[in-house]
Protein backbone atom coordinates (compact mmCIF):
# COMPACT_ATOMS: atom_id res chain seq x y z
CA UNK A 1 0.00 0.00 0.00
CA UNK A 2 1.17 3.49 -0.51
CA UNK A 3 0.07 6.59 0.98
CA UNK A 4 0.58 10.43 0.70
CA UNK A 5 -0.14 13.02 4.00
CA UNK A 6 0.22 16.34 3.71
CA UNK A 7 -0.87 17.48 7.02
CA UNK A 8 -1.24 21.03 5.71
CA UNK A 9 -4.72 21.52 5.27
CA UNK A 10 -4.48 24.95 4.59
CA UNK A 11 -1.84 27.84 4.83
CA UNK A 12 -2.40 31.52 4.87
CA UNK A 13 0.84 33.85 4.88
CA UNK A 14 1.67 37.22 3.68
CA UNK A 15 2.92 38.14 0.16
CA UNK A 16 7.03 38.22 0.41
CA UNK A 17 6.78 35.30 2.69
CA UNK A 18 8.50 31.88 2.47
CA UNK A 19 5.94 29.08 2.52
CA UNK A 20 7.02 25.24 2.80
CA UNK A 21 4.09 22.41 2.38
CA UNK A 22 5.06 19.64 3.72
CA UNK A 23 4.52 16.28 1.73
CA UNK A 24 5.22 12.58 4.06
CA UNK A 25 4.89 9.53 1.94
CA UNK A 26 4.63 5.63 2.77
CA UNK A 27 5.61 2.81 0.23
CA UNK A 28 6.89 -0.76 0.26
CA UNK A 29 8.69 0.33 -3.23
CA UNK A 30 12.25 1.04 -3.53
CA UNK A 31 11.94 2.41 -6.65
CA UNK A 32 8.70 5.30 -7.07
CA UNK A 33 8.15 8.65 -8.21
CA UNK A 34 7.18 11.54 -6.36
CA UNK A 35 4.54 14.82 -7.85
CA UNK A 36 3.97 18.05 -6.88
CA UNK A 37 0.97 19.93 -8.44
CA UNK A 38 -0.41 23.18 -8.51
CA UNK A 39 -4.15 24.10 -8.58
CA UNK A 40 -4.99 27.42 -9.06
CA UNK A 41 -8.58 28.76 -8.42
CA UNK A 42 -9.79 28.69 -12.09
CA UNK A 43 -9.85 24.45 -11.70
CA UNK A 44 -6.56 22.85 -13.59
CA UNK A 45 -4.36 20.79 -12.66
CA UNK A 46 -0.78 21.50 -13.62
CA UNK A 47 2.14 19.67 -13.28
CA UNK A 48 5.38 20.93 -11.54
CA UNK A 49 7.86 18.63 -10.61
CA UNK A 50 8.58 14.79 -10.51
CA UNK A 51 11.77 12.90 -9.01
CA UNK A 52 12.62 9.41 -8.95
CA UNK A 53 13.35 7.61 -5.51
CA UNK A 54 17.39 7.36 -6.40
CA UNK A 55 17.68 11.00 -6.87
CA UNK A 56 17.94 12.80 -3.70
CA UNK A 57 19.12 15.79 -5.11
CA UNK A 58 16.99 18.96 -4.07
CA UNK A 59 16.18 21.16 -7.33
CA UNK A 60 15.09 24.96 -7.69
CA UNK A 61 13.32 26.40 -10.37
CA UNK A 62 13.00 30.15 -10.09
CA UNK A 63 11.52 30.50 -6.50
CA UNK A 64 10.19 26.91 -6.05
CA UNK A 65 12.55 24.39 -4.40
CA UNK A 66 12.01 20.80 -3.19
CA UNK A 67 13.87 19.09 -0.57
CA UNK A 68 13.78 15.55 -1.13
CA UNK A 69 14.40 13.23 2.01
CA UNK A 70 14.37 9.28 1.67
CA UNK A 71 15.25 9.20 5.30
CA UNK A 72 12.36 10.88 6.77
CA UNK A 73 9.68 10.02 3.72
CA UNK A 74 9.75 14.05 3.06
CA UNK A 75 9.00 15.70 -0.31
CA UNK A 76 8.85 19.22 0.81
CA UNK A 77 7.86 22.34 -1.40
CA UNK A 78 9.50 25.53 -0.21
CA UNK A 79 7.74 28.74 -2.53
CA UNK A 80 10.23 31.82 -2.01
CA UNK A 81 8.71 35.20 -1.36
CA UNK A 82 5.94 34.02 -2.25
CA UNK A 83 3.06 35.99 -4.79
CA UNK A 84 -0.37 36.10 -4.97
CA UNK A 85 -0.59 34.61 -7.89
CA UNK A 86 0.85 31.40 -5.96
CA UNK A 87 -2.40 30.68 -4.39
CA UNK A 88 -3.56 27.34 -5.05
CA UNK A 89 -4.02 24.14 -3.82
CA UNK A 90 -0.83 21.80 -4.20
CA UNK A 91 -0.86 18.08 -4.35
CA UNK A 92 2.07 16.06 -3.43
CA UNK A 93 1.61 12.25 -5.15
CA UNK A 94 3.48 8.81 -5.10
CA UNK A 95 3.80 6.25 -7.78
CA UNK A 96 4.72 2.79 -6.99
CA UNK A 97 5.61 0.14 -9.13
CA UNK A 98 3.59 -2.41 -6.91
CA UNK A 99 0.55 -0.90 -6.66
CA UNK A 100 0.14 -1.54 -10.31
CA UNK A 101 1.45 1.66 -11.09
CA UNK A 102 -1.32 3.73 -9.79
CA UNK A 103 -0.55 7.17 -8.42
CA UNK A 104 -1.81 8.39 -5.30
CA UNK A 105 -2.18 11.72 -4.21
CA UNK A 106 -2.20 13.70 -0.91
CA UNK A 107 -5.56 15.71 -0.24
CA UNK A 108 -3.74 18.85 -0.97
CA UNK A 109 -2.68 22.07 1.08
CA UNK A 110 -4.80 25.34 0.23
CA UNK A 111 -2.19 28.33 0.39
CA UNK A 112 -3.52 31.66 0.27
CA UNK A 113 -1.47 34.47 -0.03
CA UNK A 114 -2.26 37.99 1.00
CA UNK A 115 -1.16 41.19 -0.84
CA UNK B 1 -3.34 24.06 -29.11
CA UNK B 2 -4.88 22.00 -26.04
CA UNK B 3 -2.66 19.29 -25.31
CA UNK B 4 -5.93 17.20 -23.38
CA UNK B 5 -8.69 18.75 -23.79
CA UNK B 6 -12.34 17.94 -22.21
CA UNK B 7 -16.05 18.51 -23.03
CA UNK B 8 -18.53 19.48 -21.35
CA UNK B 9 -16.77 22.52 -19.28
CA UNK B 10 -19.59 22.01 -17.54
CA UNK B 11 -22.47 19.72 -17.19
CA UNK B 12 -25.76 20.43 -15.27
CA UNK B 13 -28.22 17.67 -15.26
CA UNK B 14 -30.91 15.76 -13.61
CA UNK B 15 -30.95 12.62 -11.10
CA UNK B 16 -31.39 9.70 -12.91
CA UNK B 17 -29.94 10.76 -16.72
CA UNK B 18 -27.31 9.51 -18.76
CA UNK B 19 -24.29 11.63 -19.86
CA UNK B 20 -21.24 11.55 -21.74
CA UNK B 21 -17.74 13.52 -20.88
CA UNK B 22 -15.45 13.34 -23.77
CA UNK B 23 -11.63 13.67 -23.63
CA UNK B 24 -9.00 14.31 -26.34
CA UNK B 25 -5.52 14.29 -26.26
CA UNK B 26 -2.87 15.31 -29.03
CA UNK B 27 0.42 14.82 -27.16
CA UNK B 28 0.75 11.55 -28.89
CA UNK B 29 0.43 9.49 -25.39
CA UNK B 30 -0.17 5.92 -24.89
CA UNK B 31 -2.24 5.93 -21.55
CA UNK B 32 -5.30 8.17 -20.38
CA UNK B 33 -7.11 8.20 -17.30
CA UNK B 34 -9.88 9.67 -15.50
CA UNK B 35 -10.08 11.40 -12.22
CA UNK B 36 -12.53 12.11 -9.66
CA UNK B 37 -12.17 15.29 -7.54
CA UNK B 38 -15.17 15.74 -4.76
CA UNK B 39 -15.77 18.89 -2.88
CA UNK B 40 -12.77 18.63 -0.67
CA UNK B 41 -10.86 18.14 -3.76
CA UNK B 42 -9.63 14.82 -2.70
CA UNK B 43 -8.55 13.45 -6.30
CA UNK B 44 -9.12 9.44 -6.91
CA UNK B 45 -8.43 8.03 -9.94
CA UNK B 46 -10.93 5.63 -11.85
CA UNK B 47 -9.57 4.56 -14.74
CA UNK B 48 -6.73 3.87 -17.23
CA UNK B 49 -6.43 2.78 -20.30
CA UNK B 50 -3.34 2.09 -22.28
CA UNK B 51 -3.89 1.71 -26.12
CA UNK B 52 -7.20 1.54 -25.62
CA UNK B 53 -6.79 -1.45 -23.25
CA UNK B 54 -8.19 -1.05 -19.37
CA UNK B 55 -5.16 -1.11 -17.05
CA UNK B 56 -6.36 0.32 -13.82
CA UNK B 57 -10.44 -0.09 -12.74
CA UNK B 58 -10.80 1.63 -9.26
CA UNK B 59 -13.56 0.20 -7.39
CA UNK B 60 -16.74 2.68 -8.58
CA UNK B 61 -19.82 1.92 -9.84
CA UNK B 62 -20.36 -0.07 -12.30
CA UNK B 63 -22.78 2.89 -13.68
CA UNK B 64 -19.82 4.80 -14.69
CA UNK B 65 -18.25 3.12 -18.23
CA UNK B 66 -15.02 4.51 -20.10
CA UNK B 67 -14.77 3.80 -23.77
CA UNK B 68 -11.50 4.17 -25.72
CA UNK B 69 -12.22 4.66 -29.09
CA UNK B 70 -8.61 4.59 -29.71
CA UNK B 71 -5.56 5.67 -27.94
CA UNK B 72 -5.95 9.33 -27.83
CA UNK B 73 -9.75 9.74 -26.81
CA UNK B 74 -10.95 8.37 -24.02
CA UNK B 75 -14.71 9.21 -22.91
CA UNK B 76 -16.79 8.38 -19.84
CA UNK B 77 -20.35 7.07 -19.70
CA UNK B 78 -22.37 7.62 -16.80
CA UNK B 79 -25.66 5.78 -16.14
CA UNK B 80 -28.42 6.68 -13.48
CA UNK B 81 -27.13 9.90 -12.29
CA UNK B 82 -26.79 10.29 -8.49
CA UNK B 83 -26.79 13.34 -6.49
CA UNK B 84 -23.15 11.55 -5.19
CA UNK B 85 -21.78 11.93 -8.81
CA UNK B 86 -21.07 15.69 -8.11
CA UNK B 87 -17.83 16.20 -8.57
CA UNK B 88 -14.81 17.49 -11.09
CA UNK B 89 -14.11 14.86 -13.34
CA UNK B 90 -10.51 14.98 -14.63
CA UNK B 91 -8.90 13.46 -17.97
CA UNK B 92 -4.97 12.80 -18.08
CA UNK B 93 -2.89 11.55 -20.40
CA UNK B 94 0.72 10.31 -20.08
CA UNK B 95 3.39 8.86 -22.07
CA UNK B 96 4.06 5.28 -21.33
CA UNK B 97 1.93 2.61 -19.86
CA UNK B 98 0.73 4.09 -16.43
CA UNK B 99 1.71 6.70 -14.19
CA UNK B 100 4.32 4.87 -12.33
CA UNK B 101 7.25 6.23 -13.99
CA UNK B 102 5.13 8.96 -16.45
CA UNK B 103 4.41 12.37 -15.90
CA UNK B 104 0.45 12.79 -16.39
CA UNK B 105 -1.04 15.63 -17.80
CA UNK B 106 -4.60 16.62 -16.82
CA UNK B 107 -7.44 18.22 -19.11
CA UNK B 108 -9.23 21.36 -17.59
CA UNK B 109 -11.12 19.34 -15.69
CA UNK B 110 -15.30 18.95 -16.13
CA UNK B 111 -17.53 20.23 -13.43
CA UNK B 112 -20.46 17.78 -12.92
CA UNK B 113 -23.96 18.78 -10.93
CA UNK B 114 -26.35 16.19 -10.79
CA UNK B 115 -29.49 17.93 -9.30
Known amino acids: AQKVTQAQTEISVVEKEDVTLDCVYETRDTTYYLFWYKQPPSGELVFLIRRNSFDEQNEISGRYSWNFQKSTSSFNFTITASQVVDSAVYFC????????????FGDGTTLTVKP | DTAVSQTPKYLVTQMGNDKSIKCEQN?????MYWYKQDSKKFLKIMFSYNNKELIINETVPNRFSPKSPDKAHLNLHINSLELGDSAVYFCASSQGRGPFTDTQYFGPGTRLTVL
Open chain 2, 27 to 31: LGHDT
Open chain 1, 93 to 104: ALSGRTNAGKST
